[in-house]
């Protein structure tokens, strides 16, 4: 197994622990993104929640401007929240990356398993672009939204 390693002049091929090493950090990095998108994903649609709940709640003290104008804050901020979710799309694929990498240069392919699916419903739509299209969804039914209480 060290020929193999020092045939491809490995880094990992003179210090396992290193390659262990290696493998937990990026490991790590790969749990830290999923809890970054799950936390953001509850504090957006709490504030979405909130928002919401507030503006098309009515009432003498809620004018027509103010509820558009409320309606397009939500709208740039459902926006920046899909532009930030896809940024941690390509974070967790190079992240995944660098997991297969430490896999593959310490020769723990048979240990480590596959690490994306290779074939199957989660093959063909990664369950990671959920999130974006949850914001995506959300940012245009927002944008409907504020289209309808402007046509009105």
Do not use: C
């Not at 003179?14 to 937990?24: C, G, Q, S």
């Not at 999130?131 to 289209?147: H, N």
Request: charged share 15%; net charge positive.
């Amino acid at each position: 197994m060290t020929e193999r390693f020092e045939e491809k002049g490995s880094q990992f091929a003179t210090n396992p622990a290193l390659a262990a090493a290696a493998y937990v950090q990026a490991w790590e990095n790969v749990r830290h993104i999923r809890n970054e998108r799950i936390w953001f994903t509850n504090a957006y649609s709490a504030i979405m929640a909130g928002s919401l709940a507030l503006l098309l709640r009515g009432g003498e003290s809620v004018t027509s401007r103010s509820t558009a104008a409320g309606l397009l804050i939500l709208v740039l901020f459902s926006f920046a929240s899909l532009i930030s979710s896809i940024r941690l799309v390509v974070e967790l694929r190079n992240s995944i990356a660098n997991v297969q990498r430490a896999v593959d240069e310490a020769g723990m392919g048979r240990m480590a398993g596959t690490i994306e699916p290779l074939s199957g419903f989660g093959a063909r739509l990664p369950m990671r672009w959920l999130f974006p299209i949850y914001f995506g969804l959300s940012t245009a039914a927002l944008a409907a939204l504020l289209v309808v209480h402007l046509l009105r």
